[in-house]
């Protein structure tokens, strides 16, 4: 707030001053009437401890949108918290007049295949290539979106002939920022502590409504709006070639990363995409070497094994990559010794002149000014490389449509068929829909068909691989398959960036049938293109007695929870029940079609993509009332993106909740206000202590968040967790914080004094780590106890996404302690997609673990439940454990 009003005052000496000089001819405030960026914000971007807002950048792309004949905006979409978002398209004047006529040249190279020559060759002389950068989606990387208005002003201002001869062939589409509600986060911040000891500290929470840095592991789901609004630029929009997203990382190594990547690569990539992203990367690095910019590395660290980020364009026959500055304390300057520099990650083992960086940057100040440099030049070349290769890029990605195209004729897999009876057919639906929207075409069998001695019925769902995106639909369609490689022949093997499974179906629990012999014209003749939102909706009266919504489907959680938001009364099926249309499993929800309820019945039935099951005739059920428990749902300040996707997964499905943090433990009555505690992923250290422990060490980080922001349960804390669990609470806790009940734990009684337990259950992940297992995050079998409330609507067996840790192993219990294991791996075969090595460790280990105290009841999960909002067919155990029912007080 501070700033933005010294800004203003700026502003207004530098109008003042502005009209002074542009009075005596200077070009303080540019040439042809283009404002500066250093006369709009009131300092030079990049200027030592100072940032603007995002307001104030779209304020400026906005003058420069009227005021220049080279850039336009457009809207976008909007942030998951109401900004819009935007595009920045600067090219020459005539170019961006032109913008829907190469839009259109854009999207028949990339979408058709048998252009005739004639054509081709004329859209292959008026085309352009466009280059689309998304900056600092990672909100608190502030380089990239400062340097924003200094390169669209250079390039709507610029009168070197080689800088408008690029401007003729290249299209610019940069997104300022990806992520607006971040940005003003981080800057607010920045800006709150500016000139306290705590300047440059780190933002508490995520910079994001829900799910922070994870903002690059969502574009695959699409579950945010800004990732959906970015996605549908190359999947269905604008169709660039080239495509960069602009990152920093820390402050210790090397000060640039361009591209290529380091392994793992994808198996389903073209081998040409790497090979441009190397040309490009290579014309970076000579250019900002030429420029003295030291310490520009390549071939380091990052992978593109995963389609997770921003880069899965690349699964869509776009040249993408990343690009990532060192940080300096956001806008304050840091100053590096020499001995402080170090290489980290695969690619450089040290940091010394390499093949990979040939000229380190030896140390000293560095600065939101030289990051911004950085930026500057990567992005002109960038730029420069596009233009010098424009017309070879064009065929590159026309030719590229024709290649997938006929691989999918010719080479297996050719389909994918998902019959329409599955588990849960609301998933069948998400993954429709979700296909389309990545730019896949989607078809449905209009008849009941056979192929390859398999009958097909009329209505099940068909993805044929002879589309220009096959790889994007092989890889996201089958079944992962680490592809190993190692550093030296017999050497160590090349580990992954992050997770190693994503296949939809699998991870949704939706039976796919991947068709690998042939095609089949008559196969394909019953083919219908399903171009409307795929829905499994049935016409429904409005005379019908109740609505049976199944638990067998996530969406029926969300059709009851909303359901009880509108304060409509539902009940739950205690066991299976008959109706005169049908069955539904023990734990299917009952909701009453009462006249008093008016639209609102009509309302749920819409919203929902799958029809429940209707009765007419009133009868009668074992069922009980629906509660929806008061939940407490525990989030650190230290940037807790687990956390984030669980208040995201629960706002999705209509959940109330309310955040508690580690600090408020001590002061919170949580039998008065909680009957849920839920712990998300988080580790042990942050919640207890509010410090960070170094990995397998025992000693404390401190932090770099503001003192107040680092407060943790504490040991009084802990003890009222437990009276709230001992006298009734229910306890829910997956991944490390299941860490905080394998202690001795403690209970302050009312008049008894203290009580000591250790709940019967332990982690031996550690164990069978030390032993060789390595699961950077892959997808396992677990085999459920099915006669549990835990596993209501479950198959017997569910696909779990499992990081490695913890593991389970259960004990005979003393007093007034209880445990069962409800889901364990199987004794062999559990992997089911994705890398593990010894996975033979985990046969039989429990995964999954109720325990009882008192007359309170813990849930521990050894996998995530919801990870990243991508294992959705593990949902309902996390929902079934929050609707459990209370264990009957014993005295
Ligand atoms: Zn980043």
């Not at 054509?119 to 502030?142: I, P, R, W, Y």
């Not at 060490?697 to 437990?722: A, D, H, N, W």
Request: glycine share 6%; charged share 25%; proline share 5%.
């Amino acid at each position: 707030m501070k700033i933005k009003q010294t800004g203003r005052i700026g502003q207004a000496m530098l109008v003042f001053l502005c009209f002074l000089v542009w009075a005596s001819q200077t070009d303080l405030c540019a040439s042809n009437d283009i404002e500066t960026p250093e006369h709009h914000f009131g300092f030079k971007p990049g200027s030592d401890r100072m940032l603007f807002d995002y307001e104030d950048l779209i304020a400026y792309l906005q003058k420069l949108d009227a005021s220049s004949s080279r850039v336009k905006l457009a809207d976008i979409g909007k942030s998951p918290m109401g900004k819009r978002l935007y595009i920045a398209f600067i090219s020459s004047g005539e170019n961006i007049q032109n913008l829907d006529t190469l839009r259109a040249i854009n999207r028949r190279l990339a979408l058709e295949p048998d252009i005739p020559e004639s054509e081709k060759e004329s859209l292959l002389n008026e085309g352009k290539v466009f280059f689309l950068a998304t900056l600092s989606m990672h909100a608190d990387e502030v380089g990239p979106a400062q340097s924003a208005p200094l390169i669209a002003y250079d390039l709507a201002t610029t009168t070197d002939p080689q800088k408008k001869e690029w401007l003729d062939n290249v299209v610019y589409m940069m997104v300022p920022s990806h992520n607006p509600d971040g940005m003003d986060m981080v800057v607010n911040h920045y800006n709150k502590y500016k000139g306290t000891k705590y300047e440059g500290s780190s933002m508490p929470g995520v910079y994001h409504k829900y799910i922070g840095h994870d903002n690059n592991r969502d574009f695959l789901t699409l579950s945010q709006e800004d990732t959906k609004a970015i996605a549908r630029i190359y999947s269905r929009d604008w169709f660039p070639q080239v495509m960069v997203e602009k990152h920093q990382m820390g402050s210790r190594s090397m000060r640039y990363f361009v591209p290529p990547v380091h392994d793992p690569i994808a198996e389903n990539i073209d081998a040409g995409l790497w090979n441009w992203t190397g040309i490009i990367g290579s014309n970076m690095m000579t250019d900002m070497t030429k420029q003295g910019l030291a310490g520009v590395a390549h071939h380091y660290l990052f992978d593109d094994y995963a389609p997770l980020y921003t880069t899965i364009c690349m699964w869509k026959n776009v040249i993408s990559f990343l690009t990532e500055a060192a940080s300096a304390k956001d806008a304050t300057p840091i100053y590096i010794e020499e001995n402080e520099l170090g290489a980290y990650g695969k690619g450089l083992s040290e940091y010394k002149k390499s093949i990979n960086m040939p000229l380190p940057w030896p140390g000293g100040w560095w600065k939101l000014s030289d990051i911004i440099a950085y930026e500057i030049t990567s992005t002109l070349s960038i730029i420069k490389t596009a233009s010098l290769h424009r017309r070879d890029i064009l065929i590159f990605r026309n030719e590229l449509c024709r290649k997938e195209v006929r691989k999918g004729k010719t080479s297996p897999p050719y389909y994918y068929i998902l019959p329409l009876q599955q588990h849960d057919a609301s998933e069948l639906a998400n993954l429709v829909n979700l296909l389309k929207e990545h730019g896949t075409a989607v078809y449905r069998l209009s008849q009941n068909r056979s192929l390859e001695g398999r009958a097909f019925n009329k209505g099940d769902i068909v993805i044929p691989l002879a589309q220009p995106f096959r790889a994007f639909i092989k890889e996201v369609m089958e079944v992962q398959k680490y592809p190993i490689r190692h550093y030296t022949p017999g050497g160590e093997i090349i580990k992954p960036y992050d997770v190693t499974s994503w296949s939809l179906p699998l991870h949704r629990g939706v039976k796919a049938v991947e068709i690998a012999n042939a095609r089949s014209e008559e196969f394909e003749s019953a083919f219908e293109e399903i171009t409307d939102v795929f829905a499994l909706r049935k016409d429904v009266s409005d005379k019908f007695w109740a609505a049976v919504f199944t638990a067998r489907n996530n969406e029926s959680f969300r059709a009851a929870f909303l359901c009880q938001k509108l304060g409509m009364k539902v009940d739950r099926l205690q066991k299976a029940a008959k109706f005169d249309s049908g069955e539904a499993p023990g734990g299917s929800f009952v909701v009453r079609n009462d006249p008093e309820h008016g639209e609102k019945m009509e309302q749920v039935l819409k919203e929902m993509k799958v029809s429940p099951l209707i009765v007419n005739e009133p009868v009668e059920f074992d069922g009980t009332p629906l509660r929806i428990p008061r939940i407490a749902l525990v989030e650190t300040y230290f940037h807790d993106a687990d956390a984030g996707w669980t208040r995201f997964l629960f706002d999705t499905f209509n959940l109330p909740y309310r955040v508690v943090h580690p600090g408020d433990f001590e002061k919170t009555d949580l039998a008065k206000d909680f009957d849920v505690v839920i712990f998300p992923d988080a580790e042990k250290s942050i919640l207890m202590k509010g410090k960070e422990k170094v990995r397998g060490e025992e000693q404390y980080v401190i932090s770099s968040y503001p003192p107040e922001f680092t407060r943790g349960i504490e040991k009084k804390g802990m003890e009222r967790l437990m009276t709230f669990l001992n006298k009734g609470g229910l306890i829910i806790s997956w991944g490390q914080s299941t860490a905080l009940f394998m202690d001795s734990l403690e209970i302050k009684g009312d008049k008894d004094g203290k009580e000591e337990f250790q709940l019967p259950v332990r982690d031996i992940s550690q164990r069978l780590r030390n032993s060789g297992l390595y699961c950077p995050g892959s997808l396992f079998q677990l085999k459920l106890k099915t006669d549990h409330p835990l596993t209501l609507g479950m198959p017997g067996e569910v696909g779990v996404l499992f990081e490695g840790r913890p593991v389970f192993a259960t004990s005979i219990p003393d007093f007034d302690m209880d445990r069962r294991v409800i889901g364990k791996f199987p004794e062999s075969n559990g992997l089911l997609s994705g890398y593990c090595e010894k996975e033979d460790l985990l046969a039989n280990r429990a995964s999954l673990v109720w325990l009882k105290k008192g007359n309170g009841q813990l849930v521990l999960f050894g996998f995530n439940p919801i990870f990243r909002a991508s294992s959705q067919s593990s949902y309902r155990l996390l929902f079934n454990a929050i609707l459990l029912p209370q264990i009957a007080a014993e005295d």
